[in-house]
């Protein structure tokens, strides 16, 4: 089957890693897939299966370009392809994807990586238009949380919903180089409001832990984070080395402490799913979507703490002086089958027309 799968934009994120993970699945399991990005934002250490095609409608991102031709580049795009079936990640790549397949009679799959209250209101009238057009046909969301968050937003329309979680693919250099070595604790994503890496700096000025804090990721908090290391006396044991390439990051896991993340929102954290497979002890907000990544049946794979208690994660660095903390096993069984890449594939394949699985 030709299959098209659109993004945004082409960068090392969340997102373009599921897609891509999708796109390499497709051509094992004998498909046609082709990568669409909207625009290119950065390099990125992605493997790409040499079956998949891929097109950028945009050499990088101009706003105004990224308004007025995605909609016409990405049609021509799928008519190339031969599209039989479109899936698309990202809001941007849902919106142009939905009217693309409406205007070529493609049956189209959206992903919603967030939940709806991070979407602008006018990005949530256009999708909610769109799908009273009938311009989509599934709508797949990345936690049970997200698709809680989106309960009263489809109401009415005749839509079929699934939650799809993300995987982690062993082949993409999961353990291709060995652990870093070090006394440290780990986190990662991008240096912004979102990952509120600020409370870690805080909590570690007032942990007994001495070990340092490390933070893999860029962003356009990265001056703001040194100011406040070097305010609370902590910038000596806080590294910010930017981002790493996939086996880099999973090296980091490895040898890390622990893994903190409190982010004040999240859709699904590959990040954190990562450092789950890897067996890294995970401590992460009480936000709905990281509660949903760590728990199975009621028990938790490590620790779930208040978003804006510091001093809650001040106690749970300052523990790790006297030792690692072990996660529970049982729980990694069960998570380990949920984030495989197995499942995944499975769940993206029942959505496929049905004459063509």
Same mark, same amino acid.
């Given at each position: 089957?030709?299959?098209?799968?659109?993004?945004?934009?082409?960068?090392?994120?969340?997102?373009?890693?599921?897609a891509i993970n999708l796109a390499n699945g497709l051509v094992r399991a004998g498909h046609q897939p082709t990568l669409v990005f909207l625009y290119k934002k950065a390099e990125a250490d992605f493997y790409i299966e040499p079956g998949v095609v891929v097109e950028y409608l945009l050499a990088q991102k101009q706003p105004v370009s990224l308004l007025l031709l995605s909609l016409p580049r990405l049609v021509s795009a799928?008519?190339?392809?031969?599209?039989?079936?479109?899936?698309?990640?990202?809001?941007? %790549?849902?919106?142009?994807? #939905?009217?693309? @397949?409406? /205007?070529?009679? *493609?049956?189209? =799959?959206?992903?919603?990586?967030?939940?709806?209250?991070?979407?602008?209101?006018?990005?949530?009238? %256009?999708?909610?238009?769109? #799908?009273?057009? @009938?311009? /989509?046909?599934? *709508?797949?969301? =990345?936690?049970?949380?997200?698709?809680?968050?989106?309960s009263s937003h489809y109401a009415g329309q005749s839509l079929e919903h699934k939650v799809i979680y993300n995987c982690v693919e062993q082949r993409n250099g999961?353990?291709?180089?060995?652990?870093?070595?070090?006394?440290?604790i780990l986190a990662v994503g991008r240096l912004s409001e979102q990952k509120n890496h600020e409370l870690l700096i805080r909590a570690l000025s007032r942990s007994c832990y001495t070990g340092n804090l490390v933070i893999l990721g860029?962003?356009?908090?990265?001056?703001?984070?040194?100011?406040?290391?070097?305010?609370?006396?902590?910038?000596?044991?806080?590294e910010m080395p930017g981002v790493r390439s996939n086996a880099e990051v999973?090296?980091?896991?490895?040898?890390?402490?622990a893994f903190f993340m409190p982010s004040r929102y999240e859709g699904m954290s590959n990040a954190l799913l990562e450092a789950i497979i890897n067996r890294t002890y995970t401590v992460v907000s009480?936000?709905?979507?990281?509660?949903?990544?760590?728990?199975?049946?009621?028990?938790?794979?490590?620790?779930?703490?208040?978003?804006?208690?510091?001093?809650?994660?001040?106690?749970?660095?300052?523990?790790?002086?006297?030792?690692?903390?072990?996660?529970?096993?049982?729980?990694?069984?069960?998570?380990?089958?949920?984030?495989?890449?197995?499942?995944?594939?499975?769940?993206?394949?029942?959505?496929?027309?049905?004459?063509?699985?």
């Open positions: 089957m030709r299959v098209a799968i659109v993004v945004t934009q082409y960068e090392a994120g969340g997102a373009q890693k599921a799928l008519r190339r392809a031969g599209a039989e079936c479109v899936i698309a990640f990202t809001h941007y %790549a849902n919106l142009y994807s #939905a009217l693309a @397949g409406k /205007l070529l009679g *493609v049956p189209v =799959v959206i992903s919603h990586r967030n939940p709806l209250f991070s979407y602008g209101r006018l990005a949530r009238l %256009a999708d909610r238009w769109l #799908a009273r057009l @009938g311009c /989509l046909s599934t *709508v797949t969301y =990345v936690s049970g949380a997200v698709q809680d968050s989106f999961l353990e291709s180089l060995p652990p870093i070595q070090g006394d440290y860029e962003g356009e908090r990265r001056e703001a984070l040194e100011a406040l290391a070097r305010r609370l006396g902590v910038d000596s044991r806080i999973n090296a980091w896991l490895r040898g890390a402490r009480d936000v709905a979507p990281q509660v949903e990544a760590v728990t199975f049946e009621g028990e938790t794979y490590g620790e779930v703490l208040a978003i804006g208690d510091v001093e809650a994660w001040a106690a749970s660095m300052s523990e790790l002086e006297d030792g690692n903390k072990i996660p529970c096993p049982r729980v990694y069984d069960a998570l380990a089958k949920r984030y495989s890449f197995e499942r995944f594939m499975n769940d993206f394949l029942s959505l496929l027309p049905a004459k063509t699985r």
